[in-house]
């Protein structure tokens, strides 16, 4: 009985079609909630007073990779959102550079697991 049912063309084709779905379905799922890495951001933002710098201060953030795994490949930006006075549903976003020469973002090639990264923000170059 099963053979002369998928014997069938159409039957065939939509069988595969549902295993496709399914199958990629489940490898999207996979990808995206489980071999994900886990950073952790430092809830505060280093200010250190120092000469080098237009603003007197060197802002630095510090993240963590809290998962099992090595991140690779990672690429930072940093965002600065304030909300605007006069329209208060509006917020203002301004990008802050991550290196003297004014990138806006910043490559790692590796993390390792428990490892931590410091990055400093250039505020005093902000445009």
């Given at each position: 009985?099963?053979?002369?049912?998928?014997?069938?063309?159409?039957?065939?084709?939509l069988?595969?079609?549902?295993?496709?779905?399914?199958?990629?379905?489940?490898?999207?799922?996979?990808?995206?909630?489980?071999?994900?890495?886990?950073?952790?951001?430092?809830?505060?933002?280093?200010?250190?007073?120092?000469?080098?710098?237009?603003s007197?201060?060197?802002?630095?953030?510090?993240?963590?990779n809290?998962?099992?795994?090595?991140?690779?490949?990672?690429?930072?930006?940093?965002?600065?959102?304030?909300?605007?006075?006069?329209?208060?549903?509006?917020?203002?976003?301004?990008?802050?550079?991550?290196?003297?020469?004014?990138?806006?973002?910043?490559?790692?090639?590796?993390?390792?697991?428990?490892?931590?990264?410091?990055?400093?923000?250039?505020?005093?170059?902000?445009?």
């Amino acid at each position: 009985m099963i053979e002369t049912l998928l014997a069938n063309p159409l039957v065939a084709q939509l069988l595969g079609l549902l295993v496709g779905l399914f199958t990629s379905f489940f490898s999207w799922w996979v990808l995206f909630h489980v071999v994900v890495p886990k950073i952790e951001f430092s809830p505060w933002i280093s200010k250190l007073p120092t000469q080098d710098d237009g603003s007197g201060y060197r802002h630095r953030v510090k993240f963590k990779n809290v998962g099992r795994r090595k991140i690779v490949d990672l690429q930072v930006t940093a965002r600065l959102a304030v909300r605007d006075l006069v329209f208060k549903d509006t917020w203002n976003a301004v990008y802050i550079p991550l290196n003297r020469e004014g990138e806006r973002m910043y490559d790692m090639p590796a993390i390792a697991p428990r490892g931590e990264r410091v990055l400093r923000l250039f505020v005093s170059e902000v445009r």
